[in-house]
C-alpha cells in the first residue's frame, strides 16, 4: 500500500494552520498507530477482539476496508453522527478504503438500538428523499473532510471512497434463500441477548418482530460487504455494538477463519449535559444539513461549548493534532473570557463539514453581531455573509427610524420611540448613537447598500437597504 509506505517513511507531516495562532503543527495521522491516537483523541469506546490481530494488520501495513451506516430517519445527519464519520475520516486520510452505507432497506424496519420505544412509520416518499439526502452527505463528508485536511498539509493521498445502499442487496432477497442459507447460523439466545432486545423484552410493549430482526439485516450488511468488497471493520456509534457484534459472529461462523477477518469499533455516544444521547430522536440535533442548521448556528453551538468540553470536542471533531489542541487549550485557560479554544472548534468544525473558509464567515458574523471592534467589511461581503447565514434582513430607504425599529425588532411605536429616546439605538459601522426620530439615515449606509442598527448591546440586525 503505497501510502502507508509514504506515511511509514514520513510520519509526522507539517500541518501549516495560518489562523489559529499557532502557526506550525505536526499531526500523526499515520496508519500503524492509528488505533492509538483514535483512543488518545477520545474516539473509541470499544473494539472487538482480538484487538491484537487488529493492531497486527495496522503495523503490517495492510490497506484495510471500513464501513459505517445511517439510517434515513431524517432528511440530514447530525452532529452525533459525525462522530463515526470522523474515525472513518481518520482512516481514509492514513490511506485505507471506507465505504458508506445509507440504510434504504434497514430504514424501513427500524433500529431498536438506544431506543426505548417504537419508531413510528414513515411515508416512503419521505424515506426515499431522506435516502437521497443523506446520501449525497455522506459523499460531500469525505470530500470536504480531503479538501480541508489538504488545505493543511498540501497534496496528500487517501483511500477510496465507495457509497452504498443497503436496498440495493435486500430489495431482491427472498426470505426462504435467505432462511436456508443462513438462518442457522443466526442463533436466536445471542439474538436475545443483545442489549437492544433484552432492554426492551422486559418493557410493558415488548418489540415487534420488525425490531427483533433489525440485527439480523445489519448483520447481513457487514457479512455482505466483507464478502463482495473485503470489508473488514464496521464503525459505528456504541449503541450499535450489538449490531455489529451480529454481524461478526455471522461472517465468522460462515467462514473459514483465514478471509478477512471482521472487526467492530464504536466510538462513545455523545451525550446532552442532561446525559441525552445526542441525536435527531431526542430532538436536540444540529444537523449538518445548511438548510436546518446554517454554517453559522453550527459555529454559535461550538462557540457555546463549557470549557470543561471544549478540549474534548476539539479531539474528536476537528483534525488538529492533538499537541496541537494542547497548546491551544493552555493559552486557553490564561485567558478562558476570549474563548479562544471555543472560536477554534467552532471555525474548524464549520470548515471541515461546510467548506474551507465557511468557519471564517461565521466568525466573522459572530464578531459583527457580538463584538466590540470597529466594522470595516464593504457591503457586498456583509450581504454574502449575513445572506448565508440566512440572518440579512431587509429595509427600504424610505423608512424613519423608528418605523425601521419596529420592522426589524417587531415592537410597538410606542417601544421603538421608548428606544430612541433613552439613547439605546446604535446606527452605522461607528455605533453613532442616534437619540432622535430621523427620516435621513442614508449617511449611515455602508457602500450605500447596508445599514446596521444595534439595539443595546444585545441585538445586532444587518440590513440590505432596498
Ligand atoms: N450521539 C451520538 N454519538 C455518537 N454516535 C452517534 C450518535 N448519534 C448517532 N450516532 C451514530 O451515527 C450512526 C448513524 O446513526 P443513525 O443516523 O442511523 O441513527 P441516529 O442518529 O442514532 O438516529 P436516532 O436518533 O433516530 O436513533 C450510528 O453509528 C450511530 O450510533
Ligand atoms: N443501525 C444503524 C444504521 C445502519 C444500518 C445498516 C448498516 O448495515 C449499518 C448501520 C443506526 O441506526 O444507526
Known sequence: MQCLR????KPLQRWQLLRSGLRRFETTICTANILDSLKERGLVAQVSQPESALVQKLISGEKLGLYCGADPTARSLHLGNLLPLMVMLHFYLAGHDVFTLVGGATGKVGDPSGRSTERSAMEESQRLDNVAQIQGQLR??????????????????????????????????????????????????????RDSVSSRLNGQDGIGFNEFTYQILQAYDFYHL?????????????????????????????????????????????????????????GNA??????????????????????????????????????HIEKAILSHTKNSKERLAQKLLAREVVDLVHGVGKGQDAETVSEVLFGSRKLQLAAVELIRIFRE??????????????QLIVDLTGCSKSEARRKVTQGSIYVGPERVKVVRNTDNLEQFYIDDQVLVLRVGKQKCFVAEVM
Open 389 to 402: 447565514a440566512n440572518i440579512l434582513a431587509t429595509c427600504s430607504r424610505t423608512l424613519s427610524l423608528e
Open 286 to 323: 444540529v444537523f449538518i444539513d445548511p438548510q436546518a442548521t446554517t454554517p453559522f448556528e453550527m459555529y454559535q453551538y461550538f462557540m457555546h461549548t463549557t470549557d470543561e468540553d471544549v478540549g474534548k470536542y476539539l479531539k474528536m471533531f476537528t483534525l488538529l493534532p492533538v499537541e
Open 140 to 193: 460531500a463528508f469525505f470530500d470536504s473532510g480531503l479538501a480541508y485536511y489538504r488545505h493543511k498539509v498540501g497534496k496528500t493521498s487517501s483511500g477510496r471512497t465507495t457509497h452504498t445502499n443497503n436496498f440495493d442487496w435486500w430489495h431482491d432477497m427472498k426470505m426462504l434463500d435467505f432462511l436456508a442459507m443462513y438462518g442457522k447460523h443466526i442463533r436466536v439466545q445471542s439474538m436475545l441477548s
Open 6 to 9: 509514504v506515511h511509514l517513511r
Open 226 to 282: 466483507n464478502k463482495t468488497h473485503g470489508v473488514t471493520i464496521q464503525v459505528g456509534g456504541n449503541d450499535q455494538w450489538g449490531n455489529i457484534t451480529a454481524g461478526i459472529d455471522l461472517i465468522r461462523r460462515t467462514s473459514s477463519k483465514a478471509t478477512n477477518q471482521p472487526f467492530g469499533l464504536t466510538v462513545p455516544l455523545l451525550t446532552t449535559s442532561t446525559g441525552e444521547k445526542f441525536g435527531k430522536s431526542a
